[in-house]
């Protein structure tokens, strides 16, 4: 398990100066220029992330929509062909297993997207709960790459790359393309909060589509972009993060992901104990903050109320380089999330203020 | 390659001092350093007046990534601090050696310079 592995575009990030670093057991770049300059290209034109390592899973066979609806907290009914849900799974006692994408390519053929962290133990969860269930849970993250262009101008700059009208796939929708003459699942979606796409390719071709985006990037401000950038983004955009805002020890209703709990769509893996979590209340709850200061608040901080009692723990934290002050997520007692939160960084009290995130204005569409 | 300037003087602890012709020197943190640590968001700094002696932690830099003391290379009480910094730190990024000072100080001993590493063995030191 020692060495790390590899995506298909390990040469591209090695060629392009991209900063290597073990993320998850995976050989990913953490930046090429520079984590702020980097962000700051997503928030104002666009970046391109290389996320092959995520993993992609096939769900298919005449049960998939009920397996799904039992596997997932989501109500996949909402699907259609084309459209993309966001969701969690979870375990009986309601910790979550994964958040994932689930893409409904046909009534009896979707397309999950997971952690990369977390593909052997989603894979095995998932076979285990399919049990039953009249369809197949197939592993297919080796064979896909998947590209992530993100900001304002990514449209504009994939559109000249495809004949694929993109203005018709809505946010949280997909259709299938050529992008540079590679065949890719395109995917309105991404993890910046900003508007671009996540294009899913054969391994195999990932490469050469980096290097005809990089290419054809110039006039649209492309930053080839980290995960660095990518952590920075997506905590001030405001979405959770496996290990950190969710765990198999929090549920998705203390961290903040209620909507996308639904009880009406009847049982699913954990829906017991999370019934029971939204009629007592969460005990402990993830809050979104800032602090009008730029030292950094980092993960496993300890946060104390007004009278220095410890009531929870940093689980996220960064500079946000668009309003230049320390962000991040903590996970704290319920009974003190209204309360006043302070930190100590070397010997300085820090109050925390709570935010609802976004904290930066976003224009995805 | 890191840049090291034949002009400077060195700590193995990666800051870099600059003696003036009035006796006092000028410190900061290397290029070597500024690009280990990657962006750079915070710069805690000494007052004016603070006597550091030889070795000590005088301030800390703090990237995406980490904070990290930095220590005096040699004696002596703080004269200046670089004020640029606290609003922008990134120049330490940009300029180590120039628009990145950290810190000037008075030499306790103006000896003390000599033993610090030349740009020649701080070059073999960070290899």
Redesign the interface.
């Known amino acids: 398990m020692s060495v790390p592995q590899v995506t298909p575009l390990n040469a591209f990030h090695r060629q392009h100066g991209g900063r290597m670093v073990d993320f998850a057991g995976w050989d990913m770049p953490v930046q090429y220029r520079s984590i702020l300059e980097e962000h700051k290209a997503v928030r104002q034109r666009c970046g391109l992330f290389d996320v092959s390592h995520m993993g992609e899973a096939d769900v298919q066979g005449p049960d998939a929509l009920k397996f799904l609806q039992h596997l997932v907290t989501n109500d996949c009914r909402k699907l259609f062909p084309g459209r993309i849900l966001y969701t969690v799974m979870c375990y009986p006692h309601g910790g979550v297993v994964d958040d994932l994408l689930v893409y409904m390519r046909a009534p009896d053929d979707y397309l999950l997207c997971i952690n990369a962290g977390n593909i052997a133990k989603d894979i095995a969860w998932m076979k285990e709960q399919a049990q039953g269930f009249n369809c197949s849970v197939v592993d297919r993250s080796p064979d896909y790459a998947q590209l992530a262009i993100q900001g304002p101008t990514a449209a504009a700059l994939v559109q000249t790359l495809t004949l694929t009208n993109l203005a018709e796939i809505k946010y949280y929708h997909f259709g299938q393309g050529e992008v540079a003459g590679v065949k890719c699942l395109i995917s309105r979606t991404g993890y910046t909060g900003e508007d671009g796409f996540e294009l899913y390719c054969d391994a195999t071709a990932g490469a050469g589509l980096a290097e005809a985006i990089l290419a054809a990037g110039g006039p649209f401000g492309l930053e080839l972009t980290g995960l660095g950038a990518r952590d920075s983004l997506r905590l001030e955009a405001g979405f959770p993060l496996y290990g950190h805002e969710i765990t198999d020890q929090i549920t998705p209703l203390t961290a903040g992901l209620g909507w996308v709990v639904k009880f009406d769509k009847g049982p699913f893996v954990g829906s017991a104990v999370l019934q029971r979590e939204k009629a007592e209340g969460s005990t402990q709850k993830i809050v979104y903050f800032k602090t009008n200061d730029r030292r950094i608040v980092r993960a496993e901080t300890p946060v104390c109320d007004a009278a220095g009692l410890v009531v929870g723990r940093v689980v996220s934290g960064t500079l946000s380089p668009i309003i230049n002050e320390a962000i991040g997520t903590a996970l704290v007692a319920a009974t003190a999330a209204a309360a006043p939160l302070v930190v100590d960084i070397r010997g300085t009290k820090i109050n925390l203020q709570l935010v609802k995130p976004p904290f930066a204005t976003l224009k995805k569409n | 390659m890191s840049n090291v300037p034949a002009d400077l003087r060195y700590a193995k602890t990666h800051e870099w001092t600059q003696v003036a012709a009035d006796g006092t020197v000028t410190i900061g943190i290397t290029d070597y350093a500024q690009n280990s640590l990657?962006?750079i968001?915070?710069i805690?700094m000494p007052k004016v007046g603070a006597v550091l002696k030889a070795g000590q932690t005088f301030g800390?830099v703090?990237s995406?990534k980490a904070?990290s003391d930095v220590y005096a290379p040699v004696a002596g009480t703080v004269l200046a601090v670089n004020q640029l910094l606290e609003a922008t730190?990134?120049k330490v990024?940009q300029a180590p050696y120039t628009d990145g000072w950290m810190l000037k100080l008075t030499l306790a001993n103006p000896a003390d310079v000599n033993t610090l590493l030349n740009a020649a063995d701080y070059g073999k030191h960070i290899g």
């Open positions: 990657g962006d968001t915070y805690q800390v703090e995406v904070a730190p990134e990024n």
